[in-house]
Every structure is written in structure tokens, then in C-alpha cells.
């Protein structure tokens, strides 16, 4: 083999039609052979590319040998992309030893730990305040007597979760009053990877700033009220006025120079004062956003910012005008009505829940067919598991469903509530036996 050679440093496995899709515009474009590294590959994952490399990322010595057993091939490598949080440090080290070009490898860590970005805050507190974004006090904690002591320092609420967890695992919120033991027995499961304290951001609306290089925009995100924050919808276009925009881009681009993102992507969430004029960075990431974001931008902006991913490592990206939306979309978590087991091999054969409950939320509005359409349908897991009605995490879902909503007769974060619940009603009747309520639940 002589083509040229993009190397892919780990994925999610939910995204793993992500990864396909990349793979599929390197051959197309750059005529490029894909090199996939993996921990403990498995067959799905040598379907998506021409050759797979078994190698943890979080492995000490990951970058020395992947250098090692990529030697021989080093003069065709001639892009790579790292596309896990896992790797972001690692995945850069290694594709920087391999003289591909690649954003900050000793700023990344703040892109992987959490403890570590709210250092790099620290460190430049002063300049962050003088941009009106906010730095949450915090502390890492290995016991239940350092939450008491964070509990005591902030009365009025703080948050506790694990460094590196994604998706809200482990994620709560301590309110004025709420039981820390129970607290502290929720993160308990992540004290070796380590857990931290964050002041509670006292501010309620939340968005996320991404892109790549310099292409940017930004997210609506919809969350859960309550104990556990999960995320619920993620909305294109954000509706912000121009002055709450600028607040959302330069707290991003602030949290971009922290974590060495350069020409990659990113996914930076950030929650914003009802006066638009503050805000708080919650999290980095030096990765495309998840819950199908960069598919909403395809949908919306008419770009296919995978492609430009691919381009651009190559070093072949072209400049791309600002980006005007044409549509408004949202990927949406749809749940269960009652803590309950639940396989998606319990829903009838040919039932359509999502498309039932599409068209009875068209309806409650009034909308003409065509104006609210399902773009993308997956169930989070073919597998059979306890699921809560109040989701703990975004893994304690059904399903994820992306409509896409043509038109001014609606807003479509009403639609996200009404199509949530059209949902449960929708897939209570294509079961086919219910599953009765577990107890102790």
C-alpha cells in the first residue's frame, strides 16, 4: 500500500456512524487508507477502517508506542484526528510525535479533566473576571468530611461530579438541606478517577460554543430541572440576542486558549446570566459536540463540518462564509413514563413511536405536513435495562430522536416538551405487554 494514511486516535462507540462517515470522505476525497486506534478492538470496529491498532489512549506510554508501531508507515501518514475525550491529551502527543499537525498536546489536559481545566481558570482568574466570565470556587474531595467542609464553605449549593465522566455521569446537584451522605455514596463509584466540588453557577440558561478552527456557533441546550441536570434537548439555532451572543463567544474562545484548541474542533458548554452580560464556562471539550450536534449544523447550515474535519487535517480546508440557518432542528432524549426494565425488542415490530408522536405534536400545532419531520431515530441500546423516569444520566434514556422543524408557526423548544411527552404516550402503545413498575424503586 502506498496511499496516504489519516490516522483516527479512539471514538465513543455511539458514534461510531461518525467515524464511518469520516472514513468514508477520506477515500473519497484524499484517497487515503484509514488507521483506526482502539483499545480492545472488536469486529465493528475494523469494519469502519482499513486497519486497527489495539492501544489504550489512557495507557502511560501510549504516545511512545504508538510511535513505535506506526513507525514504518510514518512517511505516509499524513493526517490524524482525536476524536475521544479519552485520548485528547495522549491522541495529540502521539500524532505530534508523528509530525502531524495537531492542536496543543500540554494544554489538552483541560479538555479531559475537569479538575485540571478549573485550575487553568484559576491560574488566569483575574482575566476571566475582567470578561465578566465567572470562576466557580471547587476542591477535590476523597471523602464525605471534605464535602462537608465544601457544604460548610457554600451554603447555598454547589455541585459534585466526577473529573472525567461524560455524558452527566455522576453528576449532582446539593441543594441547601440535601442529605451529603447520599451525595457522596452517588459519586463514590468514581473516587479512584477522582471527584471534585464546583460552586454552583448561579446562572439558569445553558448553550454550548462550537466548531472547528475558526468556524463557530452556538447551542441550545435543554435540561432537566431537579437533583440530576441531564440534558434533554440540544437546539439549532440558539435563540440569543446579539450582545448575549458576544457574552457565549468570548467565554468559548476563552476556554478554546485554555485547552490549546487551535484548528480542531470544539464543544465548550457555558451557561449565561439572564442579562446576557455573564457567564460561566461548565466544561471543555476539544472534540465535535455529541448528541448528534454537528449533524443539527448540517441540517440547518447546509455544512458538513465532518468533511471539513477531514479537509482541513489534510491541510485542504477552505474558508467558509457565516453561517445562516435555513431551518431550526433538535436532537431530543426520549425516556420512559414509570422506572421500569426496558428493551427495545418489547416495542411492536413496525411500530413508529417517534413518528406517532411527531405527527401528534404537528397536529397539537397545526402544522401542515412537511413543517416537523424525524431526521434520525436510534435506541440508545438494543440491550434490556432499568431505566428511571427521572434519568440520572443521558444513558438512562430510551431512545434519541432529531427532528428537523421547517417554518416561523412554532418555536421548536415548545415543540421538544410536547414532543417529549407525545413520546411516552406513543411508546407505552407499542409495547407490546407492559412491564409492571419495579418495586423499591
Given at each position: 500500500m502506498t496511499r496516504p494514511i489519516l490516522l483516527i486516535v479512539?471514538?465513543?462507540?455511539?458514534?461510531?456512524?461518525?467515524?464511518?462517515?469520516?472514513?468514508?470522505?477520506?477515500?473519497?476525497?484524499?484517497?487515503?487508507?484509514?488507521?483506526?486506534?482502539?483499545?480492545?478492538?472488536?469486529?465493528?470496529?475494523?469494519?469502519?477502517?482499513?486497519?486497527?491498532?489495539?492501544?489504550?489512549?489512557?495507557?502511560?506510554?501510549f504516545a511512545e508506542m504508538g510511535e513505535k508501531l506506526l513507525g514504518d508507515r510514518r512517511e505516509r501518514i499524513r493526517a490524524g484526528i482525536v476524536f475521544s475525550d479519552n485520548a485528547v491529551r495522549s491522541g495529540a502527543e502521539l500524532l505530534e510525535r508523528l509530525g502531524v499537525r495537531v492542536d496543543s498536546p500540554r494544554l489538552a489536559e483541560g479538555a479531559f479533566s475537569k479538575y485540571r481545566y478549573r485550575l487553568a481558570e484559576a491560574h488566569v482568574s483575574e482575566l476571566l473576571e475582567a470578561q465578566r466570565v465567572m470562576v466557580p470556587a471547587f476542591a477535590e474531595i476523597a471523602s464525605l468530611g471534605q464535602l462537608r467542609a465544601f457544604a460548610r464553605e457554600?451554603?447555598?449549593?454547589?455541585?459534585?461530579?466526577?473529573?472525567?465522566?461524560?455524558?452527566?455521569?455522576?453528576?449532582?446537584?446539593?441543594?441547601?438541606?440535601?442529605?451529603?451522605?447520599?451525595a457522596f455514596a452517588e459519586v463514590l463509584p468514581y473516587l479512584e478517577g477522582g471527584v471534585i466540588c464546583e460552586e454552583l453557577i448561579p446562572y439558569r440558561r445553558e448553550y454550548s460554543f462550537d466548531g472547528l478552527g475558526s468556524l463557530e456557533f452556538v447551542t441550545e441546550k435543554l435540561s432537566a430541572d431537579g437533583r440530576y441536570p441531564v440534558e434533554i434537548a440540544q437546539v439549532l439555532p440558539a435563540r440569543i440576542e446579539e450582545h448575549e451572543r458576544a457574552t457565549l463567544e468570548r467565554a468559548g474562545r476563552q476556554a478554546n486558549w485554555l485547552v490549546g484548541q487551535c484548528d480542531g474542533p470544539f464543544h465548550n458548554e457555558i451557561k449565561l446570566s439572564d442579562d446576557g452580560l455573564r457567564a460561566a464556562v461548565v466544561e471543555p471539550n476539544r472534540r465535535p459536540g455529541g448528541m448528534r450536534i454537528w449533524s443539527l449544523a448540517h441540517w440547518v447550515y447546509g455544512i458538513d463540518l465532518h468533511h471539513h474535519w477531514i479537509d482541513t487535517a489534510f491541510g485542504a480546508g477552505t474558508e467558509v462564509e457565516r453561517l445562516v440557518p435555513g431551518c431550526s432542528a433538535a436532537t431530543v432524549m426520549l425516556g420512559v413514563g414509570t422506572d421500569r426494565s426496558f428493551s427495545p425488542a418489547g416495542v411492536t415490530a413496525g411500530a413508529d413511536p417517534l413518528g406517532d408522536a411527531v405527527r401528534a405534536t404537528a397536529g397539537r400545532f397545526g402544522l401542515a405536513d412537511g413543517e416537523l419531520t424525524v431526521a434520525d431515530f436510534s435506541w440508545l441500546s438494543p440491550e434490556r435495562r432499568d431505566l428511571h423516569a427521572v434519568a440520572r444520566d443521558n444513558a438512562d434514556f430510551a431512545a434519541q430522536g432529531c427532528v428537523v422543524l421547517r417554518g416561523d408557526r412554532t418555536d421548536i423548544r415548545t415543540v421538544v416538551h410536547t414532543l417529549r411527552e407525545a413520546w411516552l404516550d406513543a411508546l407505552d402503545r407499542a409495547l407490546l405487554l407492559p412491564t409492571p413498575v419495579r418495586k423499591g424503586r
Open positions: 479512539d471514538y465513543n462507540l455511539s458514534r461510531i456512524d461518525e467515524v464511518r462517515h469520516l472514513r468514508d470522505h477520506a477515500h473519497e476525497q484524499h484517497g487515503a487508507a484509514v488507521v483506526l486506534i482502539r483499545a480492545d478492538p472488536t469486529e465493528a470496529d475494523r469494519s469502519i477502517a482499513d486497519e486497527v491498532i489495539d492501544l489504550d489512549p489512557l495507557r502511560d506510554d457554600h451554603p447555598g449549593g454547589f455541585v459534585v461530579k466526577p473529573v472525567a465522566e461524560g455524558n452527566n455521569r455522576g453528576v449532582v446537584v446539593v441543594r441547601p438541606g440535601d442529605d451529603l451522605m447520599a
